[in-house]
């Protein structure tokens, strides 16, 4: 049986604040242990070669049973994880509070328990964690019931229990239903990142009349419900494409999270989409210092220990250093774009194997545009190929869509006439078994033939004007024009026209519109 990475893998995982719990709680064990000369090895390895493992270790006893050796150092390195997540999370502090408050009882002291049992409940209440609090009334219960039978009966009753522990059923329901409208835009959001047709804008609108129904029939029974209400209501309208209204409920989640941080640390991956929404508000409404000034609040969270977690800090990266590309992007500055790119690609070096799909496509979009914007067009064909050549079935369809016609746009600007007639049908035959048709698509495709693979003479400036005056017909249709969200075709024909390069066609726009 070939031999797992997931060992490995937990391994390289580890934050160096992870490292040092581990390598602490294992100092605190007397004796030479050999899952510590394991664990020292493979972290020094870039690819797990457990053969070179073996070998490394050839003379030592404890290879010979190399597969128990290997459990000994997961449950170690598990055990330092839980012990770190204890003293830094605290719902995770208090599920282990709740068991020490057991371990109170069974010892049948319950004055003792009753004092632990106060503290923490009062913390699940100021974090909102339902699920603990539940087990907390349920202790709670049979404490009381002890306190009758020695006499002591100072505390609350078993009714008022009973009316707390309904209370807490409300609130897990209520955030619940938020949740699930959640869900179903989270599942549209993953396809496409703009509405694309009446379609789409009927599902989106369905989603925000279900919220705003709960909000009216059951009201928003807890500070969690509220964060889910306020990203629901503004994602949908970022989907809409109706940004005054998303930036309302973005910024609203923001100062809500904000008056009470405690929320932050059970919902960090909300506080950080949220500003990164807020990048592209900005760039749209030209604010751009207060755009990059919210990157620059974006990537000083990596630095706050609420996002130590790799997951958040994935999200960090992301939410920084892509929006900030996309902002000078946007504003034509693809030479300062692309000065950023060398540390995109080391944090994918270190975070694309956790990096989910729908992010990754983002991602190698955003880049091969700076490059496409500098002129450096077999760089940007790299990252196009990577969205192209993989099959990501319904996943960000909308961008993979315009890729295809980016490349055609690429392999033209290399004068690669002899691949483009291949390319051109192969995309023409894409296209045609797509269930949506877009009339720009099919707009962009003809024209692109007359430009591409006929001769070029003296009328092809010609051609890009009436081009242009095309597009710009197809797009008064505004489900045509979100494609402009993915590529300036404006400005890649201005730059045709009037002789310029791409980024300087973006910057004429900006200035004019």
């Known amino acids: 049986m070939k031999p797992t990475n997931q060992l490995f893998d937990l391994i390289k995982s580890l934050s160096p604040e992870e490292e040092k719990k581990f390598t602490l709680l294992s100092s605190l064990q007397a004796g030479d242990k050999n899952y510590i000369k394991l664990f020292n090895y493979i972290q020094q390895q870039d690819s797990y070669d457990e053969d070179d493992v073996k070998d490394h270790f050839k003379k030592e006893i404890f290879v010979q049973h190399f597969a128990s050796e290997k459990n000994q150092l997961l449950h170690h390195i598990l055990k330092s994880l839980r012990f770190h997540r204890y003293e830094t999370i605290t719902s995770a502090k208090i599920d282990e509070d709740i068991k020490s408050i057991q371990l109170l009882f069974n010892k049948s002291l319950y004055k003792q328990s009753r004092k632990q049992l106060s503290m923490i409940k009062k913390r699940a209440h100021d974090f909102e964690l339902f699920y603990s609090l539940l087990e907390i009334i349920e202790l709670e219960k049979v404490l009381i019931d002890m306190e009758a039978h020695f006499g002591d009966i100072n505390y609350r009753s078993l009714k008022e229990l009973i009316e707390e522990e309904n209370t807490v059923f409300k609130k897990i329901e209520n955030f619940t239903a ?94 950080i989409l949220s500003h990164g929404f807020l990048v592209r508000y900005f760039a749209i409404k030209k604010q751009y210092n207060d755009g990059f000034k919210m990157i620059d609040k974006i990537k000083s969270l990596s630095l706050n220990k609420i996002f130590n977690a790799i997951d958040l800090q994935i999200a960090v990266f992301i939410q920084s250093y892509i929006t900030e590309i996309t902002l000078y992007a946007y504003i034509g500055q693809h030479d300062k774009a692309k000065n950023i790119i060398p540390y995109v690609i080391k944090g994918l070096d270190k975070y694309e194997a956790k990096i989910n799909n729908e992010e990754l496509v983002k991602i190698y979009h955003t880049i091969s545009m700076v490059y496409f914007g500098v002129g450096e067009y077999n760089k940007a064909l790299v990252w196009l190929n990577k969205i192209i050549n993989t099959n990501y079935d319904d996943l960000r369809q909308d961008t993979v869509r315009i890729s295809k016609l980016i490349n055609l746009i690429v392999h033209f600007e290399l004068g690669n006439d002899d691949l483009l007639s291949y390319i051109y049908k192969s995309s023409v035959r894409f296209f045609n078994h797509q269930k949506k048709q877009y009339r720009f698509e099919s707009v962009f495709l003809d024209y692109f033939k007359k430009i591409a693979l006929s001769k070029r003479d003296s009328k092809q400036k010609e051609t890009y004007v009436k081009f242009k005056e095309e597009l710009q017909s197809v797009f008064k249709d505004k489900y045509e024009k979100n494609a402009l969200e993915f590529f300036n075709f404006y400005a890649w024909l201005d730059s045709k026209i009037h002789s310029i390069t791409f980024a300087e066609a973006i910057q004429i726009r900006r200035q004019n519109n």
């Open 178 to 271: 938020y949740e699930v409208q959640l869900a179903k835009l989270n599942n549209l959001s993953s396809k496409l990142m703009i509405a694309r047709s009446k379609e789409d804008v009927k599902e989106i609108t369905e989603v925000l009349k279900a919220t705003n129904l709960i909000t009216s029939t059951t009201g928003l029974l807890a500070y969690k419900s509220k964060i889910i209400y306020l990203y629901t209501i503004g994602l949908g309208y970022r989907l809409l494409n109706e940004m005054d209204e998303a930036y309302k409920a973005f910024s609203e989640l923001i100062v809500h999270m904000e008056n009470k941080p405690e929320i932050i640390s059970e919902m960090p991956d909300y506080y």
